[in-house]
Structure formats: C-alpha cells, structure tokens
C-alpha cells in the first residue's frame, strides 16, 4: 500500500540528532490515520549520518533514504526528497528538531479543511542571538516588500503540501531553488499555523552566516527585479548629483577662485562616487547573470550514490 503522508527531512552531519528525531517523528506518525513514509536525504555528511540511516531503514520499512553524492545543498536536498515522495500529502521539516514533529498534526488539520499549502509561521525563535533575529527580521519583511509574489514572513521550510502542489514544483525547471518562494509563487489555499521554533536539539548550527546571506540573496534575485531597477535609480541619483556639483564647481570658480573645493579634492570624490556606483551597478548585473549561467548549462540538480526503500524512481 503506498503511504498517504511522506515526510521528507534532509540532513547534514546531524548524526546527534537523528535517533532522538527518528523517536519523535514515530511518536506522531503511528497516531496518523494512514501509512506514512519517512524519507531522510543525506546531503554529503561527512560524520556517521548515513550509517544511523541506513540502521533506520533495516529496523523499519516506513524509513526511506537519499545519499546525495556530495553536498547539494539545504534546497537541493529538500528537491531531491520531492522528487521522490509516493505519499498525497508531503510535510518538510529540518533534522535539528527546530521544527516541532508533534506540530505536524495541526498542519494536517488545516490541510483536511481544504489548504493546499499549510506553512508553519515563527512567533519567537528561542534562544538565538540578537543578531541572527534582527537580520532574519529585516530580512523577511524586506523580502516581503520587494518580491513579484506574497512570500510569508518569519516562515521557512516546514510545511504541508498538498500532491498536486508537489507535482507542479516538480515540474519547475529553476536550478536556483528557493522552496519558500516557489509554493508560493504556485498559489492554491495557503494558511499558516504559528509555532515557538525551539532551539537545536544538539550538534553546531549548520546554516552558517554567509550561508544564510546566500539564500537570502538567491531568494531576493530569484523573485524581484527590483535590484535591477535600484542601479537604474542610482545611476540617475548619481547623475543628477554630478549635474549639481558641475553647478557649484562653477560658482566656486566665479566667487571663491581660491577655494580648494575646485581642485583635487572635487575630482576624487567625484571619481569615487561615480566608481561605487558603477560596482554596485555591476555587481547586481552579475547575480541575475550568474542564475542565467547556471540554468543554461542543464547539469542535474544532484547526484545520487544510494537510494534505499522506494519502489520507483525518481522523474
């Protein structure tokens, strides 16, 4: 009998983790009216990840597993695993037991009321840093105000969706992934239930500073053109700007002959003005060049070294 809820959790070096997530993620699917798959996808870990998997899927069938050939990616990973889930209704959580297992029922609930789309909304993120709160706050509703669609603010991967919404991310051809932005890009009946994010169960943080500037980046590019037009609105403020110095450098020539406003000192501001402009101009042309690089090569999104417990293949 195919499953009817499959879970997909991609994991990294969470070997710490795994067997108190396993006991939890068991303690709320034997309570589900229906069979259920638990698909883990191992992305490239480099601890024992992939052998407390592989113990897993000989101790209970209901355990599937991915071994990505090397490290893809968070976004990757969560790919992989779509691609490969039987189940109608498919949840996304994280390893580090910061998404709550026992949540996964009240996503269920809303999605029996007729939601397609059931994402689980942060209200407080316990125990982390300042600075990773107030940069994930900025973040969000910066986001929020940019993107060509209404991405939900404060919410991450931790989800329900519905099969059909699966099938059509599938069919997506992006290799530049942002999952968040994509179901929400597809539209159908979407509805949050708000959660406590609790801090790591154990292990090191996995999604590091520069990581986290990453995805936000791609998320940005991904869906708003608004960087585009920002070297526009710079390039004309920068413009208008040399209008009114070449005005006051004139003036100064006329009632100040002397002043040394004239001289050097306007001429290298000028330069370094004009300079950083043009970089960042550059710059934000080379984040939408690059995606435009990356798609047009084709490659795979991943590459697989292992896959156990599943009856197909993926499409």
Request: proline content about 4%; glycine content about 6%.
């Amino acid at each position: 009998m195919l499953p009817k809820y499959s879970l997909i959790i991609p994991i990294y070096n969470e070997e710490a983790t795994i067997a108190a997530l396993y006991d939890r993620v068991c303690a709320v699917i034997d309570r589900f009216d229906a069979p259920a798959e638990l698909i883990l996808i191992n992305d490239g870990s480099k601890d024992r990840s992939l052998l407390l998997m592989r113990e897993l899927h000989d101790k209970d069938p209901r355990v599937c597993y991915l071994s990505l050939a090397r490290n893809f990616g968070h976004q990757i990973a969560v790919t992989a695993g779509l691609n490969y889930v039987r189940g109608r209704v498919v949840i996304v959580l994280d390893a580090d037991l910061q998404d709550p297992p026992e949540l996964i029922p009240a996503l269920i609930e809303q999605w029996k009321q007729g939601y397609q789309v059931v994402y689980a909304q942060r209200t407080e993120r316990r125990r982390e840093g300042w600075f990773k709160r107030f940069t994930a706050y900025v973040f969000y509703r910066l986001l929020k105000q940019l993107a060509d669609v209404d991405i939900p603010t404060d919410t991450g991967d931790f989800c329900l969706m519905d099969r059909q919404v699966v099938d059509l991310l599938n069919a997506m051809p992006e290799r530049n992934r942002y999952i968040r932005g994509l179901r929400s890009w597809i539209g159908f009946r979407q509805t949050a239930v708000k959660f406590e994010r609790d801090p790591r169960f154990a292990g090191d943080v996995k999604y590091t500073f520069h990581q986290s500037l990453a995805l936000a980046i791609s998320g940005l590019v991904s869906f708003s053109k608004v960087p585009l037009r920002i070297s526009t609105y710079v390039g004309l403020f920068s413009a208008f700007v040399a209008v009114v110095m070449m005005i006051l450098v004139f003036y100064w020539r006329i009632a100040y002959p002397a002043s040394p406003l004239t001289g050097l000192t306007t001429i290298v501001v000028a330069i370094f003005f004009l300079g950083a402009v043009q970089l960042l101009s550059i710059g934000i042309l080379g984040e939408y060049i690059g995606r435009i690089y990356e798609e047009v090569k084709n490659r795979p999104l991943y590459t697989l070294s292992e896959v156990a417990g599943f009856e197909h293949q993926a499409k």
